[in-house]
Each structure stands twice: as C-alpha cells, then as structure tokens.
C-alpha cells in the first residue's frame, strides 16, 4: 500500500496549508524481465540511515518503489536499480527512462550479478548515443565525502574480476552510474545477511554515501 | 586685781551673758520666721507637681534658711560684740545703775591699768564703790536700755515668728499635698537634685502613609518634659520646627493636609532628640497595571492572547493557561481570585506593589478580583470579574468521502480515496490501516502508513492504496478504515467505518476483462471518429488557408503574415491530436494493467493474454505512427517559426496522416470487438464451469442431508446465477450474430438450452431441499450439475470452433493473398516482356493493363485486410503489400514518363514483381505459422508458456478451493471436492515434475523439483481431507512461486544466482580519463572577462547566451558565425 498523497486542501475555516512532500529519498526501479528488482531488501534503509546519521541530509526513512511509467518517477532523483536476473523494458519506458535522466535524474545500477548483460543491452536503447564509459579513481564520486583512492571498493566475489564503475554523462553530468563486479547493495544490507565483515560493509556504506551526496550535488548545479 | 575689781568685772560680765542669753533668745524667732519665710517662698515656688526632679531650688531654699540662721548667729555675735561692748555696756549699766556716765567704764579700766599718775587706792576705791554701787542689782536691771531693746526685739520676733508660723501653718492645712511636696523638696533637697531618669520619648504614629491631603496627628508622649520642639520638612518645603509644651507629659502636634512626603522628628531642649519619621502621603489602593496573558495548549496551535485591563470573557480550550501579572498602587498584602463559592481559586503572588500568578483553569465561571493592600484595605476599583467558558478539545473526525462503502477493487489494484478528516485544535495525523483477508478467512497483519498534518485543522487527503504489491487473489477482500490523531497531548483518535475492498472472483475478473475490452473498443470507435473529424477539419483549414493565400496574393498582401486565429486554428489542431495519441497511450497502459492483473490473479487464460497482447500491438502500432508524429513536428515548428505557408502545408500533410490514423484505428476496433467477444465468451464458460463445480458440491452436500435449509438457501443462489448466466449467454448469442459467427452462435444457443435446463433443475432441488427431501434434492442437483457441466463444454466448443473458423478464415485469406499475389506476379513478369522494345504506343497501352494489376492488388490488400481482421491482421504482410502497391505506382510513373529509360522501366517492373512474389511467399508463411502451434520442448517460449499454464492451473486450484469456503460443505461433501481438488493438485505436481525433467527447464530453474514436490505434498494433504488456513496458504505461496518462476523465463539470458562470496584478490586495470565533456566542462570556452567588459550589457548577455547554447550543442554547425 502507497500513500499518494494528490492533494491536501484544508477544510472551510482553517488555515490553508500544504502537507509537505516526503523527504529526498532514494527510490528502487522496478522493471520486468524475470530479474529479483526487489533483491537486498534491507539494503537501501540501511543506506539512507548512514545517509541521514553521517551528512545530515534529511533522507526519507524508506525508499520507494517507482516503475519507469510511474508518474511519480521525475520526483526522485536517485533511482537505484538492482537485482540478478533479466532486465527488459518496453518502448515507453526506455523513453520515460531517458526523459528522466536526461531531464535531471540519475540511475545507480548495482549489478547484484547476473543484469549486465541485460542492462547493458537496455541501457544502449535507452542512449544509443552514448555509451557506458568507465569512471576513473580521481573521479570526485570517490572523494567527495570518503576518499576512495583506488576507485570503487569491492564488496563481493563474483567472477573474480575487479569492481568497476561505469557511467553515461549526458551534458557533462552523470546520469548513470553502473557497479559492476562490487555488489555494493549487498553491503548495505542488514549485518549477518551475507555475512559481510563490518569493514566490508563500511566500505560499501560510504562508497553509497558518496555516490548520494555527488548526486545531490549534480542535482544542485 | 582686787576684789573689787574683780567684782565689778564679773558683775559686768553677768549683764554681758545676760544681755547676750537675751540676744541670743531673740534672735530665734527671727530665725524661725525667716526659715518660715523661706519655707512660705518654697510653697510659693513650687509646682502643682511639686518639685522637678533634678531642680535646685529645694536646695537653694535649705541654703536661704541655713544662710538665715548663720546670719542670725552672726547678728547675735556682732551685736555681742558690738551692742554688748564694754563701752556700750558700761554706759547701759551705768544709765540703768544711775551712775555718771563713765563710772563703770571707768572703774573697770581702773581695776584692769593704773593709768600714770592714779593713785591706786584711789582707784580701788572708785572701783569698789563703783561694784557697791552695782551691788544689789540684778543683771536684768543692770542691762538698762540694752536690755530693754533686746526685749523689744524678742517680742518683735515673736510675734513675727507666731504670724509666719501661722501662716505656714495655714498653708499646710489648706494645701497639705503641695506643702508635703514643698516640704520633701526642702527637706531632701540632694534627692531634689539629682537629674531625672525620663521615659523615652514616643513618638506616634512616626513612619506612617496616609492617604494624601489628610491630617496627621502627630503624640509626643514626653514625661517629665515640659517642652519639646518638632522640626519637619515636607518634601519641597524649607525645614520647620515648633516648640510644643508638654502638658501632663505629653504634646502634640497636627501636620494638615499632608500632601508630600514629610519628615519629622522631636527635639529636647537638652539637644538630643528622636529619631527622622516620615509621613509619606498615597493614594488609594486601585491597580495600575493587570496584565493576562493566555496561553493556549500547544495543540490548538492557536497563537497566545494577551489582555491588558479588564479582560473580556474567554472561552479557553481546557488546558490553556493564564499568567496573570499587574501592579498596584501600593504594597499589597495579598491578591486572589474569588470563585462564586466565596473560594479563593487562585492566590497570587504579591512583592510590593507587584503581584503574579499563573492559572491553568479547571472550572468555568465568574471569578472576582480580591486586593488588599498593607494595611488591609481593598483595592478602591476592582478590574471587572473574569468570566471564564472552558471550551473541550472534541474528538477528531474523519470520514472516507471516496469509496466511501464498500466496493471492489479496481483491475489496477490501487483505490483512490478521499479522506476528509477535521479536529478543531488541529490534526496530527492520518493513516489509513488496510488488512487482507483471504477468501479463506485468513486475516493478516493490519499495514497502517499515515501522514503527519502538523496540526492542519482540516485535510482533503487524496491517497491511494495500492495493493498491488499484496498479492491478492480472487475472492480476498482488503478491509481499510482511515484513522486521525488530533494535536491533543492524549492523541485523541477518530476512525472510520471499516470498508471493505473486495477482490473480483475468478469470473467477475473474467468479466472485468471482459468489460475492459469493450470500453477500450468504444473508446477506439471514438477515437476513430474523432480522428476523421480532425482529419476534414484540417483538411478544410488547410484548403481555406491557401484559399486565403490566394486571396493575399491576389491582393498583393504577404501570404506568410502570420494570422493569429490561424495560428490559434493551427496549434489547436496540433493538441487535439496530441490528445488523441494521448488517449491511444491511456488505452495502452489500461491493457497492461489488465494483463498484469489477471495474470497475477492466476486468470491468465493464454488466449486471453494472446488476445491482449495483439491489441497492445495495435496500439503501439498507432503510437508508434512516425509518420503522423512527423507531420507534427514539422507543424510545431512551423507554428514556432511563424512560418504561414509551411504551417498549413504540414497541416494538410497532418491531415492525410489523421486520415490513415483513423483507418488504422478503425482495423484495430475490429479486433478490439472481437476480443470482447471472445473474452465474453471465455468469461460465460468460465461461469458456467464454477456454476456446474458449485452445483456438483452442493448435490453432494444435499445428498449428505447436514443441513436441509442452508443447502436449500445455497441452491436458490446458485439457481439465481444460472439464471443470470442464462441472461450473458442470450447476450453472447446476440453479439455472435452480429459478428456473423453463425455456427458459434446455434452452439451457444444449445449451451443456453442446457444451462436453463440446469437452472429449472437447480429450481426443483431447491424446491425438494426445502420440502426436506435431500436425496431427491441431491440426485436433481446432480442433473443440475451435468447439465451445466454440457453446457460449459458446449460453450467451450463453440469458443474453440469459432477460433478454428476465424484461422481457418484466416489461412484460407492468407492463402488467397497468396495465388493472387502470384498471379499478379505473372502478369507483371509478362508485362515486363512487352516492354521490352516496345514502342511508345505500345507503352501507353500498357499503362491500362498496370492500372488493372494496380487495382488487382489493391482488392488483394482488401480482401486480406477482410479476411484476418477476425484474427488481427497481418501487419507486416499488409506493409509488404503496400510496399507492391508501391512498385506498381513507380512502374506506372515510369511508363508514364516519356524520358525514362527502357532498362528503369524494367527495373521498376523487376521490383513489382519481386515484391508481389515476396507477398505471397509471406501470405503462404503466414497461413502455415497460423496453423502450426508454437514450438514444442522445453526452451525458450515454450517453456514460458508451460511455467504460465501451471501457474494458471494453480491459481484456479486456489480459487476453486475459495469456491468450497463458502459453502460450508459437509463432511463428505467437503471430502469429495479435496479429492477432486488432490486430483488436480496432484496433475499440477505431476506436470511441474515433467517440466522439470526436461533438460532446457532444468537449466531456466534449477527448483522445478522442489515446485513439483510441494504441489505433491498438497495434492496428498487435501487428498486427507485437510483443507485448514496453512494448506491454504501454502497453495497461494506455491502459486506465486510458479508465476515469479514463469516470468523469470520470460527472460532473454539468464544468470545464475551465487551464493554470497567474500572478494578475492583482483587487480584493477587502467581507466582511461574521462573526457571534459564528460567532466561536464564546457566544449566551448566562454570569452574571459576582459573580453566581455568590453562589450555593452545587452551584447555581453546575447554572448554568453550564444555559448550555453553552443556548449549544448543546441547550436548547428551552420550557426557558427
């Protein structure tokens, strides 16, 4: 059950007031194909918590879940995306998805293993005129809150390879921002889940702070 | 000295005590009157309260006395020694001897010294005669005169004496007290005179207020003074100062009308004095200042008042609080609130003139000001009594205005509401508390998500409730009430009736579908008639612009001067169009949720979805118009260049493109009504299958006789629905003729005839059941349920023979397209061979035979377009045909145009005839793919396809088993339908386990096996008979497993999932910098600021405009200057 909140107008005699919005968050992308979108469920509350208790930033206590056609997609600006399996969207929403990030959005896509193929075969529909660029350690999305001097931290095995990170910049800015072979999600989630140590789980906690509060800033600029 | 001598000697002596004894005799009443005199002096002097104490003058006067007698001593020792000389004397006695003066005198200054020349027998002689002549007399005569005198005086003071005495005497008697005191004076006359030890003096009323312009009495309690002086100094005044006598130790003094402060004190003749008093004037007690400031509890959110003075009457929400605080005019002793009981409600605190207090009233009335000020007196004005109406915080209400009843729940699983909630003093929050409960019963935790309000008084809240994320599945309802907390610090809650959301049945989803369908097919039939509207309104604004054109130009006017209504025609045209695509869109997603929907119900009938699927193909297909989307670009931009002439000419091409647009809707309409049809179809049967399902469960339970009147009352309902059911298959006989499905429609005709036969023997069972006759009740309801059970495969008959008669329709069209397309093909290729060297002439006749193969084709394409409409079209056949239609009109063109080539015109007739043989080789494939069922194994979509059929297959299991909650079957009854459900379960199983044997499904999902063993272990509970809430649940989880396992096949490539694996070591590769573009710095840098000082304002911001936009790269190549 999702609150929508439309509207609220005040009853005759009170003073007219607007029920604020909830706060900035951070929403989960729900897409179809067969893929777990719903994977690591503790993963984002947890995050959004070390948001909130480390910056500052008034993040919302629980993320949201948003479909590309959901009108309610433009009022995110961090959409995360995650999951194992099959990610395939349709027309409409691979246009939905472009005019959100080329309208100001950004897309964190943490591969969980098992969506890179896909998405990247989606990703290059959704900008085939761009293409995912890997992102440098000197990045300032490693170092604008915690320093990451070796770039994206490694959080879990899964064929061995080195965590990268990827992007697409539309207009100089980044509008998508893909994990790959780190399984940040899987660090933010609850201790004991995948039994990740605490520093491994600090490591991917600040790597997710850094990447909201360069988002935040992107958004600001 | 002779005896003689000595004899005369002595005689004088004798005269000379004599005299002196009487001297002394009189001197003593002298003395006596003069200490009586002194005494009279003393009385005289003395006060009424006799002598002071500390005074002299008793003492003075014992010294007058003493001095008087002293100085009668003296008198009487110089009077001795003067009057009673022996001259003196000599010539007293003698006087009084009668001797010649000088004879005694003579004789004794013979007898004491010869003189020279005396003879001294002469002498002896004289002096014996001389003491002869004395002889014989006594003293008294000798003392002659001198004795008389002193006689005289003693009798003189005698009397004197006597007189004084008496009078002293007098006095005494008459005035005894002031004589007593007169005479302890004198008589202790040191006593007298030792300084007084006064009492202090007092001084009344010393410091004192009083009110201004009054008297002050001022006491002086002043014992043993006789006088005191007051010295004051009122304020602003010089110093004075009065001397007051003392009267009976006290004085006093009367300061009049005191209007200033004034000090004063008492002095003593001595110089000592009192201490500084002050009189201070006041004015009456009133109270300068009352301030009362009200505090309003924290959830009211009312902001707090302030009153200074006389307070009006307060209606105060319970809890507010007062803080009272004021001055007065003087120090006060007290200040209170006074109930009408005479109570003191509130005792404020007073310092000085000051006073405070702070009241949270709890009782509502009128209150009276008490002041008092230091000495007691009331104040003179009192402020007006504070009238108090506690007003109580009331309970919040809340109310959901939308649904507002109980309703079902949309196909798209979220509800609208409409929450009106209002509390007086504010809200604090809303939430709304929704819970599933199964169609088994099963109620599951409540979820409550709410909002805060921040204590907004009232809120229209707008949420929606979206469930579709609950998994809900036929027959569940979804209870909800909405919930409001007001601001009060007890949170006072207000809730909502509770609503119920119920969740269509298997057969209500059906005829959901069913509905939608329709309502998409009417919306398409206005869609297209909006369309062909659009179409000849533009059209004709396109004509009657240029029409206008001519006429400028004829004029001599500029045609391209924008016109503004033409404009506004113009972008109205634009946005109604935008519109409909708008709509086309709506319709689009509506299907999707459709979609999703049954198939998350397990109502996915594979038809169904194939039959959705196909319009949201259709449907994209008009989304998807590039053409049209073209047409209005260019007319937006047009409209934003301002550009008249290619405005109305993108007009007309728009125009053109409505035209097709509606056309093409218009095909699309004929599908949509056909799946209407079809799914109408599809939901009759699917109620006529429940319909003779239930019958057979309620003739078992009749037969088992538990409970005559329930069963009879289950056979009335279930006798309603066939009676209904009857009404949707007349409906569905109608639609079918008009479809002109004929022979579905005589098979849904006998379907009916076996349904109504089902509903009169419902009718009788029911009938029987109440007459208490079970078994007859039982075996009719048996009937009953074998004929609806026919008329359900009946109905199904005639569903699969109408779609066998639709494909066949089909192939039997697509095959025609074939031959005729071939034909056509042949007689091109024949056509080619005349051209060849054939003269124009000739070339001109043969732009007749074209035409009739341009018309050839075009019947091809309308019959095609008739013959697969019931089955959707064939849309890229149908491209391909116009595609050849194409070919045709160029081959046409070029025989038309004298200056092409003879080999053009072969290559333009070559191409004809590849693309009609590409028609036919596509209307030959297309036919025999329609006919040949997907392909089989366990891969790719079929195995799809299988994982949704076995989900669908659970998901009706689970509905069928909602369908037996209800009815409260018996305990046969009920163990004959788990049999029956066993069966099915244990089919489920045994499929899944099939599936999972298959080598292309082991690879999609590895826990088939584990799927297959959990619909065992279920086949064997209800094969128990054990149907409680947990088998119940484990089917539902089971069915959901297999949907999320189903749609994880739909899935391109799949990945296997790992366990969770710490990282390795791994070496990171080289990362190629990022570009400064990608860094988001600008491609173009901006001019430096010396260079843009140089130029004006406006020109400066034209630049820096120009390079935003060219580092954009909204700036064409071209717009470099």
Redesign the interface.
């Known amino acids: 059950?999702?609150?929508?909140?439309?509207?609220?107008?005040?009853?005759?005699?009170?003073?007219a007031?607007t029920?604020?919005a909830d706060s900035i968050g951070i929403a989960r992308l729900q897409y179809?194909?067969?893929?777990d979108w719903y994977a690591n469920p503790s993963s984002l509350p947890n995050l959004l918590a070390a948001i909130r208790e480390r910056t500052g930033v008034p993040v919302a206590v629980r993320e949201r879940?948003v479909r590309p056609?959901d009108p309610a997609l433009s009022d995110n600006p961090y959409l995360y995306m995650t999951g194992?399996?099959?990610v395939?969207f349709t027309?409409?929403e691979r246009d939905a998805l472009r005019r959100y990030l080329v309208g100001g959005g950004f897309l964190h896509v943490d591969d969980n293993?098992?969506?890179?193929?896909?998405f990247r075969r989606e990703i290059s529909e959704i900008f085939p005129d761009a293409s995912l660029?890997?992102?440098?350690?000197?990045?300032p999305v490693f170092h604008i809150f915690y320093d990451f001097p070796?770039?994206l931290p490694?959080?879990?095995?899964?064929d061995?390879?080195?965590?990268?990170a990827f992007?697409i910049?539309h207009?100089?800015?980044l509008v998508v921002f893909y994990s790959y072979e780190s399984d940040l999600g899987?660090g933010w989630e609850d201790e004991g889940v995948?039994?990740?140590?605490s520093a491994?789980r600090e490591q991917a906690l600040r790597m997710g702070v850094n990447l909201f509060l360069y988002v935040l800033g992107q958004a600001a600029? | 000295m002779s005896p003689s001598a000595r004899q005369l000697s002595e005689r004088v002596a004798g005269v000379r005590d004599h005299l002196r004894r009487r001297a002394a005799l009189a001197v003593t009443p002298w003395v006596v009157t003069g200490v009586v005199w002194v005494l009279l002096l003393a009385w005289l002097t003395v006060g009424s309260d006799g002598w002071r104490q500390g005074s002299n003058v008793p003492a003075l006067f014992d010294a007058l006395m003493i001095l008087w007698v002293v100085l009668g001593l003296i008198v009487v020792w110089l009077g001795v020694r003067r009057w009673f000389g022996e001259v003196p004397l000599a010539r007293a006695i003698e006087r009084a001897a009668g001797l010649h003066p000088g004879t005694v005198r003579g004789s004794l200054e013979l007898s004491r010294d010869l003189p020279v020349g005396v003879s001294g027998s002469l002498a002896a002689r004289a002096v014996a005669r001389t003491a002869s002549d004395l002889g014989g007399r006594d003293a008294e005569d000798l003392s002659g005169e001198l004795g008389r005198t002193v006689g005289l005086w003693t009798r003189r003071g005698l009397i004197a004496a006597s007189v004084s005495f008496l009078v002293l005497a007098a006095l005494g008697i008459s005035t005894p007290d002031r004589t007593a005191k007169v005479w302890a004076g004198v008589s202790s006359p040191i006593r007298t005179m030792i300084d007084p030890v006064f009492p202090a003096i007092v001084v009344t009323p010393g410091d004192i207020e009083v009110l201004r312009g009054t008297d002050v009495p001022v006491r002086i309690e002043a014992s043993g003074r006789f006088e005191v002086a007051l010295s004051w100094q009122a304020a602003g005044d010089v110093a004075r100062s009065q001397l007051l006598n003392v009267d009976q130790g006290r004085a006093t003094h009367v300061f009049e009308a005191v209007t200033a402060t004034t000090e004063y004190r008492v002095e003593l003749p001595d110089g000592s004095g009192t201490a500084t008093y002050t009189i201070v004037p006041i004015d009456p007690l009133f109270v300068s200042d009352l301030v009362i400031e009200v505090t309003y509890p924290p959830h009211t959110g009312i902001a707090s008042d302030e009153y200074r003075g006389d307070a009006p009457p307060l209606r105060l929400p319970v809890g507010s609080r007062l803080d009272i605080q004021g001055a007065a005019s003087r120090p006060l002793a007290g200040v209170s609130l006074i109930d009408s009981a005479g109570n003191a409600t509130l005792t404020m605190d007073v310092d000085g003139v000051d006073f405070a207090g702070t009241w949270t009233p709890s009782v509502e009335g009128l209150f009276d000001w008490a002041f008092r000020d230091v000495t007691g007196a009331p104040a003179e004005l009192q402020p007006e009594p504070l009238e108090i109406d506690l007003i109580a915080d009331s309970l919040p209400t809340v109310a959901i205005l939308l649904p507002g009843q109980d309703t079902i729940l949309p196909l798209s699983l979220q509800q609208p509401l409409v929450v009106?909630a209002?509390d007086d003093y504010g809200l604090r929050r809303v939430e709304?508390v929704?819970y599933r409960v199964t169609a088994f019963g099963d109620r599951h935790e409540p979820?409550v998500?709410?909002?805060?309000?921040?204590g907004?008084?009232?809120?229209?809240?707008?949420?929606?409730?979206?469930?579709r994320?609950?998994q809900l599945l036929p027959g569940d309802t979804v209870r909800y009430f909405a919930r409001v907390v007001d601001n009060n610090p007890r949170g006072q809650t207000a809730t909502t009736p509770e609503y119920v959301l119920r969740m269509l049945g298997a057969s209500e989803l059906d005829r959901e579908a069913e509905g939608t369908l329709e309502e998409s097919a009417a919306r398409l039939e206005e869609l297209r008639a909006e369309a062909e509207r659009l179409a000849e309104q533009n059209r004709n604004r396109s004509l009657e612009t240029a029409n206008q054109r001519n006429a400028q130009n004829g004029r001599g006017d500029d045609p391209n001067q924008p016109d503004f209504r033409q404009q506004e025609e113009l972008r109205r045209a634009l946005e109604e169009q935008a519109a409909m695509i708008d709509n086309v869109?709506s319709l689009?997603?509506r299907l999707e949720a459709l979609e999703r929907r049954m198939e998350e119900a397990g109502q996915a009938d594979p038809e169904l979805v194939a039959d959705l699927e196909e319009l949201q193909d259709l449907l994209?297909q008009l989304?998807?118009n590039e053409e049209m989307r073209e047409r209005m670009a260019e007319l937006a931009e047009a409209l934003q260049a301002e550009n008249q002439e290619q405005a109305n000419q993108s007009l007309g091409d728009l125009a053109e493109q409505q035209q097709r647009f509606s056309e093409q809707v218009g095909d699309a309409l004929e599908s949509f009504r056909r799946a209407a049809v079809e799914q109408d179809f599809r939901a009759t049967t699917s109620e006529a299958e429940e319909l003779a399902r239930l019958e057979q469960a309620l003739a078992d339970a009749l037969r088992e006789a538990d409970d005559p009147e329930l069963r009879a009352e289950q056979q009335g309902q279930l006798a309603d629905r066939a009676e209904a059911l009857d009404d949707r298959m007349e409906q569905l006989q109608e639609r079918l003729e008009q479809l002109n499905e004929q022979t579905a429609a005589s098979r849904v005709e006998e379907a009916r005839q076996a349904a109504a036969d089902a509903g009169d023997q419902m009718q009788r069972a029911e009938q029987q059941a109440r007459q208490g006759d079970a078994q007859a009740a039982g075996d009719q309801a048996q009937q009953a349920a074998d004929q609806m059970d026919q008329a359900a495969s009946q109905l199904q008959q005639a569903q699969d023979g109408m779609a066998d008669q639709t494909q066949q329709a089909a192939q039997s069209a697509l095959r025609q397209t074939a031959d005729d397309a071939l034909s056509l093909a042949r007689r091109q290729a024949e056509l080619t061979q005349r051209m060849s060297g054939a003269s124009q002439q000739e070339i001109a006749d043969m732009r007749g035979d074209m035409a009739s193969l341009q018309r050839g084709l075009q019947n091809v394409a309308e019959n095609l377009r008739a013959g697969t409409e019931a089955t959707g079209g064939t849309p890229q056949l149908s491209a391909q045909v116009g595609q050849a239609l194409q070919s045709l009109e160029q081959t046409i063109e070029a025989l038309q145009n004298s200056r092409s080539s003879p080999s053009s015109r072969a290559a333009r007739s070559e191409e004809a005839i590849g693309n009609l043989n590409q028609v036919a080789v596509m209307a030959m494939a297309t036919a025999d793919q329609m006919g040949t069922p997907s392909g089989a194994g366990a891969s790719g979509q079929d195995v799809v396809e299988q994982m949704g059929q076995l989900a669908q297959r659970q998901g009706e299991l689970l509905a069928q088993t909602g369908e037996l909650m209800p009815m409260r079957l018996g305990e046969q009854a009920m163990a004959e339908q788990l049999s029956n459900l066993s069966q099915q379960q244990q089919s489920v199983a045994q499929d899944l386990g099939d599936l999972a044997g298959d080598p292309g499904a082991d690879d999609a999902l590895g826990d088939l096996d584990e799927f297959a063993r959990e619909a065992a272990f279920l086949a064997q509970q209800l094969a128990q008979g054990r149907l409680t809430p947990e088998i119940v649940r484990e089917q539902e989880r089971l069915f959901h497993r297999l949907l999320d396992a189903g749609?994880?096949?739909?899935?391109?490539?799949?990945?296997?999932?790992?366990e969770?694996?710490?990282?390795?070591a791994?070496?990171?590769?080289d990362?190629?910098?990022?570009s400064a573009?990608?860094?988001?710095?600008m491609r173009y840098e901006l001019p430096d600021g010396e260079q843009l000082r140089r130029l004006s304002p406006a020109v400066r911001q034209l630049v820096l405009e120009y390079f935003e936009r060219l580092n954009?790269?909204d700036v064409q190549e071209g717009d470099v200057r």
């Open positions: 059950m999702n609150w929508i909140l439309l509207a609220i107008a005040v009853a005759a005699g009170a003073e007031r029920v604020p179809d194909g067969g893929g879940n056609l194992h399996g099959n395939r027309a409409t293993y098992g969506l890179n193929e896909s660029t890997e992102i440098p350690s000197d990045h070796e770039g490694k959080i879990h095995e899964h061995g390879a080195p965590p990268q992007g910049f207009n100089g800015r899987d995948h039994e990740d140590s491994v600029s | 009106d209002r709304l929704a979820v998500q709410g909002l805060d309000l921040e907004t008084r009232g809120a229209l809240a707008r949420p929606i409730l979206d469930f994320e609950w869109d689009s997603a994209q989304q998807g749609r994880s096949l739909e899935r391109e490539e799949f990945t296997e999932e790992r969770s694996e710490a990282p390795g791994f070496e990171r590769g990362v190629v910098p990022l573009l990608q860094l988001g710095a954009r790269g």
